[in-house]
């Protein structure tokens, strides 16, 4: 077996049924007797390119110019190039540096010899870059990419090949670039002049300035004051604002206190009232009582005081009757009574007198008796 090694700016690439596989870099590797394998760079390549076209306006110029590419697919590289006998580079090289030349050569013909000095760096070099990425990565039938890629293109040194003409176009540098001190100098003298009277206006402006920035000064002192003055309001107010907030939580939570106080005495006040009105209603009725009993006794001593008032009205005349038929009997003791004659005009004068004590005596006995009868006394 056959000891294949691969360095660190190489990629080995093994053959293997008919298939290239890519084993990496720095590495080691036993292959069999005929197994077919290639080693491919993978560092970075500079080519150079140089020639000489015509422009547009029929100057001949000389281009030089460089390009850098590495592999970073060596299978598709090893595919479209041969580096078995390690000329792929060369053949890489080759190819693109004929692309560059066909793409130069055109874009110069088209663009005049100022164009392709001042745009050495812009336009040519842009056209040698688009070559290169478009040969590399094929557009056409064959979609197969070379599996290399440009990492830079540029164009860069334009000589005049004409030695004539490069001394005419020298001297016409070199009138230009006197004519250019002249006008520096004039233009050096008018910016001196202009220096002055800037510097005369500076004075000017920076009197005005300081004016300005002692009158800005002033007016914002006088702000920067009136801002304090807003700000010390402005936490007086917000410090009113807290208190005041605070004493209407503080009230809030009294409020709170007292609802819930009152909420939790609520129903001890209820019983405690409901049972002092069961009381007063209990006393109420007590007195409602005593004053029936005493309205009680008072009629009873009224109907007592009454009742001896009438027996002492009843009693009087039954008291009373033996002295006024004593009184009677003394009055008409040896008198003859009779109706006819004087006697019967004395018993006329005292007809009314017995009536009345007959009437008087009658009502007593009367009342006696109904007295004795409900008292259950016979008379």
């Given at each position: ?44 390549q500079e080519a150079a390119f ?303 007198l017995f009536d009345y004590m ?22």
């Amino acid at each position: 077996m056959a000891i294949v090694r691969a360095g660190p700016n190489e990629y080995l690439l093994v053959g293997r049924r008919g298939v290239l596989e890519n084993r990496g870099s720095a590495v080691t590797v036993w292959l069999r007797p005929g197994t077919i394998y290639v080693l491919v760079p993978s560092t970075k390549q500079e080519a150079a390119f140089e020639f000489t076209q015509e422009t547009k306006d029929g100057v001949p110029l000389r281009f030089k110019g460089t390009f850098i590419y590495r592999i970073d697919d060596p299978t598709a590289a090893a595919t479209m190039f041969d580096f078995s006998r390690g000329h792929g580079i060369d053949q890489i090289t080759i190819l693109l540096t004929h692309v560059t030349f066909g793409e130069l050569r055109h874009a110069v013909s088209h663009m005049t010899m100022v164009e392709c000095i001042e745009q050495r760096k812009t336009t040519l070099s842009g056209v040698v870059a688009a070559a290169l990425q478009s040969t590399i990565h094929s557009d056409g039938n064959d979609s197969r990419e070379w599996g290399v890629r440009i990492e830079a293109a540029q164009v860069a040194q334009v000589f005049i090949v004409d030695a004539t003409l490069r001394q005419q176009l020298e001297a016409e540098v070199r009138n230009e670039i006197k004519l250019k001190a002249d006008q520096s100098n004039m233009q050096a003298q008018e910016q001196i002049q202009l220096a002055e009277l800037e510097s005369q206006g500076r004075v000017q402006e920076q009197k005005l300035a300081g004016d300005q920035a002692k009158l800005r000064r002033d007016e914002e002192m006088e702000l920067a004051q009136i801002a304090r003055q807003r700000r010390a309001q402005t936490e007086t107010l917000a410090t009113d604002r807290q208190i005041l907030e605070l004493e209407q939580e503080r009230l809030h939570a009294q409020l709170a206190a007292d609802r819930d106080r009152v909420t939790a005495e609520a129903p001890v006040r209820l019983l405690r009232l409901e049972t002092e009105r069961g009381i007063l209603a209990e006393e109420l009725t007590l007195l409602q009582l005593q004053n029936q009993v005493k309205a009680l006794e008072v009629e009873r001593d009224l109907l007592l005081a009454r009742a001896q008032q009438e027996l002492k009205v009843a009693i009087l005349p039954l008291e009373q009757a033996p002295r006024l038929v004593e009184s009677a009997s003394k009055v008409l003791q040896g008198t003859n009574l009779s109706i006819y004659g004087e006697g019967g005009q004395v018993l006329g004068q005292l007809a009314p007198l017995f009536d009345y004590m007959s009437r008087t005596i009658e009502k007593a006995t009367g009342a006696s008796v109904v007295q004795e009868a409900d008292s259950g006394v016979p008379a």
